[in-house]
C-alpha cells in the first residue's frame, strides 16, 4: 500500500502562485505519478502527470505554459509549480499514483487551492 501526503494548497490573489508537494511512503508501483483536481460541482480532471525516469510530462491543455510537474525520486516526492494562478484553478488538489499513466492505483487526502479575483 502507498500512503500519499499533499501539501501546499491554500488562498493566493488571481496572478499568484503555490507549489504543491506530495510525499509518498510505503509499498507500491508508484513508477507514475500526477496531480488531479475537482473544482466544486465538476468531476475530478487530470492536471500534470509525469514517469519515474520519464523527462516528458504530461498536462492538461487548461495548464499549460502555467504548470509545472516534477519528480525528486530521491525524497520519494512530487510537485506542481503553479503560476499565474486563475480563479479557474480553484479546486481540490489530488497526488495520484500507480504503474503507469492510465491507471492510478492510490490517491492522497487532496489539498484546497482557492483563487480569489
Known amino acids: 500500500q502507498v500512503q500519499l501526503v499533499e501539501s501546499g494548497g491554500g488562498l493566493v490573489q488571481a496572478g499568484g502562485s503555490l507549489r504543491l508537494s506530495c510525499a509518498a511512503s510505503?509499498?507500491?508501483?508508484?513508477?507514475?505519478m500526477a496531480w488531479f483536481r475537482q473544482a466544486p460541482g465538476k468531476e475530478r480532471e487530470f492536471v500534470a502527470g509525469k514517469g519515474r525516469t520519464s523527462v516528458i510530462a504530461r498536462y492538461a491543455d487548461s495548464v499549460k505554459g502555467r504548470f509545472t510537474i516534477s519528480r525528486d525520486n530521491a525524497k520519494d516526492t512530487v510537485y506542481l509549480q503553479m503560476n499565474s494562478l486563475k480563479p479557474e484553478d480553484t479546486a481540490v488538489y489530488y497526488c495520484?499514483?500507480?504503474?503507469?499513466?492510465?491507471?492510478?492505483?492510490?490517491w492522497g487526502q487532496g489539498t484546497q487551492v482557492t483563487v480569489s479575483s
Open positions: 495520484a499514483a500507480g504503474p503507469n499513466v492510465v491507471k492510478y492505483d492510490y
Open positions: 510505503g509499498r507500491g508501483n508508484r513508477d507514475a
